[in-house]
Nanobody, 124 residues
């Protein structure tokens, strides 16, 4: 059974940084579908943020986070990271990770279940 556990969220001022972690279990990242980060802001639909192919490292970013967020993976630790810099109030959301593809991510969709999510709040 695929399982994801997200962590690393918190309260940060605008312009600050956070690093989110997504630990996968029940399968091996290497050779798997892309792993993506999604977010759900208050009162809004789920949006895809970024995804990475564990096999070749290819990445995709939503326009809203390009140049500010960096996704990476450590296959040995079965973990995907999201480094978020220059955070803005509009980045406030619960962030989730899940199996996906770039096309699915753009539609805010994924394969299977998500973790419990981690709250990111950007506020002064």
């Amino acid at each position: 059974q695929f399982k994801f556990v997200e962590s690393g969220g918190g309260l940060v001022q605008p312009g600050g940084s956070l690093r989110l972690s997504c630990v996968a279990s029940g399968f091996t990242l290497d050779g798997h579908n892309s792993i993506g980060w999604f977010r759900r802001a208050p009162g809004k639909d789920v949006a895809g943020v970024s995804c990475i192919s564990p096999s070749d490292g290819n990445t995709y970013y939503a326009d809203s986070v390009k140049g500010r967020f960096t996704i990476s993976r450590d296959n040995a630790k079965n973990t995907v990271y999201l480094q978020m810099n220059n955070l803005k109030p509009e980045d406030t959301a619960v962030y989730y990770c899940a199996s996906t593809t770039p096309a699915l991510l753009r539609a805010g969709a994924s394969f299977g279940s998500w973790g419990q999510g981690t709250q990111v709040t950007v506020s002064s």
